[in-house]
């Protein structure tokens, strides 16, 4: 399994912009497909964007346009890119390998709120 460290939440007004990383661990990191989710009280988690190991990606239909997911193996890191913020982005943001079911290992997530 990949441990991972989410950072870079914050509260941003609509139209802003954040930068979230996940910190990965795990010897085989670059070997894997990874994903951001989010989550928002009252709402399933869902899948915001992946990347694979080749650096294709591909996003949701609510975000694409807006986010851009990338990564650095050299680092173990992921990155998510958020543009254009609006209120229903506002969830709990987790990183994990593509695929991740509820009883996998999840980190504690990032919080972004959009917000005026």
């Known amino acids: 399994q990949v441990h991972v460290v989410e950072s870079g939440g914050g509260l941003v007004h609509p139209g802003g912009s954040l930068r979230l990383s996940c910190a990965a661990s795990?010897?085989?990191?670059?070997?894997?497909?990874m994903a951001w989710y989010r989550q928002a009280p009252g709402n399933e988690r869902d899948l915001v964007a992946h990347?694979?190991?080749?650096?294709?990606?591909n996003y949701a239909d609510s975000v694409k346009g807006r986010f851009t997911i990338s990564r650095d193996n050299a680092k173990n890191t992921v990155y998510l890119q958020m543009n254009s913020l609006k209120p229903e982005d506002t969830a709990v943001y987790y990183c994990n390998e593509l695929g991740a079911s509820t009883t996998d290992y999840w980190g504690k997530g990032t919080l972004v709120t959009v917000s005026s």
């Open positions: 795990g010897s085989i990191f670059s070997m894997n497909a």
């Open positions: 990347v694979t190991s080749g650096g294709n990606t």
